[in-house]
């Protein structure tokens, strides 16, 4: 064999194993985690054997068929479900809009503002919009109110980060340029930053509002409106099949808007 | 059109009309957003007093939380653990059984044609009802516990790997099965030894972030009794302790941060 396609063979088996002994590792590692968390949380194989005729049974005899005479008591929570998403979303595009600003290092020449900002915004995610919703709840009273102030939190805390990490991404060439010119701060914000930033806007602001659909349809399980609420209802009185009528709402609701908002993103992207 | 006495050409000119256009487009979007926002506002009754009046109530309520109440935590910590251990375990599931049924729902894996689009819609129905309404099916079913609440985070997990998986398997190098195929390999090691080695950055990469996303499910799980530290929330705010409900909400914060920390390596390494 040719010395240097020796070198080479030995190179490359010494690149191979230590990715190996890491997959292995890692292999380890999820055996582990799974072995640690079936005692912990007392998950069982004859648990789940005896659970799983109990869900056919559930599915068979209780939820199907849903009962479609009950629609129109959905449709009103359906609707406050879309409106405490789009308000919520609106809130949460205002408010990250300053914090996405105060939060990128290219604009703010403040460390600890922009820490700040980020600080923010990582917390407000972290936090689940459900969570929101309970301290909203004990706050403001039960009702579409607060659920509309906790998806606009949790919504924030996403769209605080996100559109800073576009604004850090823009081409400063042109901001340079105007500054050069004279332009005053708002003068580049909106001449330079913004026409950069609208097509991240624009993409993360619907993903958003999509998410905050499936919040919304959640959050009045605490009590804070929406078709959550309308479900928990209906399963605590035992009328599973309106319960089934309310997750076909659920279901429906999030294809419309999903398909809508591919819509009308792609339009939108499509002019800029 | 007469070019000569017209400044700008045809293609310019039809460009304007169209930018006008798109303006009056874009224009009327924007009322009619602004509209909806109104109209949602009021139908929700959310005025600017109510507004004023929340953030005053809200305000108490964060000043009465604290200090937070660090004596909680002996009590806690044992319930976020068991929250980590039902996000593992319904992520685990999840995995197992997405790859498994995307098997079947890959249009150039599957071995009965109609049975892709069947999966499909079921992955779409699984992805859209959301975790915690699966978990309040789930306890009706099996009753309160953790059981539920690995049930539903398995469940909503299949709907969203289940397309990713399925689809990346339809984007594979058509020569790497059929090359497997003509050496006479069965089904499985075609799947085994053509499939997962091409598309296992995707399956890890996915997974990793179902995991992140499971957690911040099986923190709020508990909300429904589906196990886990959600329930804590809700017990302390109908108790009204404001301090135990602070040192719940940073005791999320801790786990859901310390988990993405970890995600994230998991994630630079595999890369």
């Known amino acids: 064999m040719d010395r240097n396609m020796e070198n080479n063979l030995a190179q490359l088996k010494k690149s191979r194993r230590p990715g190996q002994l890491r997959l292995l590792f890692a292999i380890i590692l999820v055996i582990v985690a799974v072995i640690w968390s079936w005692a912990g949380t007392g998950f069982s194989i004859p648990a789940i ?32 479900t879309l409106y405490m998403a789009y308000v919520g979303a ?17 604009l703010i020449s403040n460390r600890l503002i922009v820490y700040l900002g980020r ?12 969570a929101w919703a309970v301290i909203l709840v004990a706050a403001v009273g039960l009702g579409p109110f607060a659920g509309t102030i906790a998806i606009a939190l949790g919504g924030a805390g996403m769209l605080g980060k996100t559109y800073a990490d576009s604004l850090e991404e823009i081409d400063m060439g042109q901001v340079e340029a105007l500054k050069a010119v004279g332009a005053s701060w708002f003068q580049v914000l909106t001449q330079a930053v913004l026409p950069q930033f609208l097509p991240d806007f624009f993409t993360w602001s619907f993903y958003r509002f999509d998410l905050n659909i499936r919040s919304a349809a959640v959050v009045g399980l605490v009590g804070a409106g929406g078709l959550g609420f309308s479900l928990d209802t209906a399963i605590r009185l035992f009328q599973f099949r309106e319960a089934t009528m309310g997750i076909l709402w659920i279901f429906g609701l999030i294809l419309i808007v999903e398909f809508i908002t591919a819509k009308s993103r792609d339009k939108i992207l499509e002019g800029l | 059109m007469k070019k000569v006495n017209n400044p700008l050409n045809e293609k310019e000119f039809k460009a304007l009309i169209s930018k006008r256009k798109d303006n009056l487009f874009y224009l009327i979007i924007l009322i009619f957003m602004t509209f909806f926002l109104f109209f949602s506002l009021s139908q929700m009754n959310i005025n600017p007093a109510r507004v004023i009046r929340g953030f005053s109530t809200l305000s108490d309520l964060i000043k009465n939380m604290f200090p937070p109440d660090f004596g909680q935590l002996s009590r806690l910590w044992p319930l976020a653990i068991e929250s980590i251990q039902i996000a593992i375990l319904g992520t685990v599931l999840g995995i197992i059984f997405s790859i498994t049924l995307s098997m079947f729902a890959a249009k150039n894996l599957t071995p009965i044609p109609g049975l892709g689009v069947v999966l499909k819609g079921f992955f779409a129905f699984t992805r859209a009802v959301p975790a915690l309404v699966w978990a309040l099916l789930f306890i009706t079913a099996v009753g309160l516990g953790t059981l539920p609440g690995i049930l ?22 058509k020569a790497t099965i059929e090359g497997l195929n003509s050496t006479g390999a069965s089904r499985m090691q075609v799947f085994f030894q053509g499939v997962v080695p091409e598309t296992i950055p995707i399956i890890l990469s996915w997974s990793l972030f179902r995991f992140d996303i499971n957690i911040r499910y099986s923190s709020i799980l508990g909300v429904v009794g589906a196990g886990g530290i959600g329930w804590e929330l809700v017990r302390a705010s109908r108790m009204r302790d404001y301090p135990a409900l602070l040192m719940v909400i940073l005791v999320i914060l801790v786990m859901v941060y310390a988990v993405e920390q970890f995600t994230g390596y998991a994630r630079r390494v595999v890369r």
């Open chain 2, 152 to 173: 539903a985070l398995g469940v909503n997990s299949i709907g969203m790997l289940g397309k990713v998986f399925s689809e990346s398997f339809e984007n594979i190098n």
């Open chain 1, 49 to 80: 054997m005896r659970g799983v005729p109990r869900i056919y049974n559930f599915i068979i005899d209780d939820l199907i068929p849903p009962r479609f005479d009950s629609w129109q008591k959905f449709l009103n929570p359906t609707l406050q």
């Open chain 1, 119 to 130: 600080g923010i915004s990582s917390f407000l995610r972290a936090v689940p919009a459900v």
């Open chain 1, 90 to 106: 609106i809130f949460a595009i205002i408010l990250s809009l300053g914090l996405g600003i105060i939060s990128a290092n290219n």
